[in-house]
């Protein structure tokens, strides 16, 4: 196996949007996504930004609190190509839900079986006030080949029945959050949280980003976090400047 860490760029926005409470402090955060290869497959966790995000394809709403900042070779269809991979190459993506920094880049992978809560792919044409200027349906084409999971249900979705790659459902930040687990023989295992959690910060202290759907649920999230910590997961949020910092990047990688 092998998990490579990748940024789309960052989003320059301020503290108080990811740290409740943290005000209007200006804050640079990551925009990730991943690779991961096994038994033979590609696998993506989530696709970075659209690629007209900067060209007037986000509301101005969004823009004026959430900026992206990237260039060509940082989208995901070129990212990785820099570690051997083809577009067409990718077997499977799991998006972790269907923002715009999130699933940007799902139509660019011909060959690739997408995984989504249905929760989420249905919010998406329903949602309310707060959440709409975060969804764009034309980065999710209805022909793409879609594989829908069902919340409690699905919850812990084996991919190969291994362990090695176990999707959790974390809604809070959405109404079909899920995040990923990611065993790797070598380097231990890694909790891909997404936007369920978006930095250390939240898990240490308790703190709800300024933007979340669900308090509760994703109160709930924390503790889930805080207790794979204690068996030695290590948990990778999806927006901590610092803490990405820390982590190889692309081309290097966990095995």
Request: charged share 20%; proline share 5%; net charge negative.
């Amino acid at each position: 196996m092998k998990l490579y860490f990748f940024s789309c760029g960052f989003l320059e926005s301020t503290k108080g949007l990811f740290v409740n409470g943290g005000g209007n402090e200006a804050y640079c955060v990551p925009v990730p996504f991943f690779l991961i290869q096994h038994q033979g497959k590609n696998i993506l966790f989530d696709t970075g930004n659209h690629r007209m995000d900067m060209q007037g394809h986000l509301k101005e709403a969004l823009v004026r609190s959430v900026k992206p900042v990237f260039s060509e070779k940082e989208l995901a269809h070129h990212a990785i190509r820099q570690v051997g991979v083809a577009l067409e190459e990718i077997d499977f993506i799991i998006v972790s839900h269907l923002h715009h920094d999130h699933a940007g880049e799902l139509g660019q992978f011909p060959n690739a079986t997408i995984l989504v809560q249905q929760a989420e792919y249905d919010y998406v044409h329903r949602p309310d006030d707060i959440m709409e200027q975060t969804y764009y349906p034309d980065e999710i084409p209805q022909e793409l080949d879609w594989y829908f999971l069902h919340g409690e249900k699905d919850n812990r979705f084996d991919l190969f029945g291994d362990g090695k790659l176990v999707i959790y459902y974390t809604p809070g930040h959405t109404a079909g959050h899920q995040s990923l687990l990611v065993r790797t023989d070598r380097d231990g295992a890694f909790f891909l949280a997404a936007d369920a959690c978006y930095t250390l910060e939240n898990i240490q202290s308790g703190v709800l980003p300024g933007l979340v759907l669900d308090s509760a649920a994703y109160l709930q999230n924390i503790k889930t976090f805080r207790f794979l910590q204690k068996t030695g997961v290590t948990i990778v949020p999806g927006h901590d400047p610092q803490l990405w910092e820390q982590f190889r990047h692309a081309p290097d990688y966990y095995e």
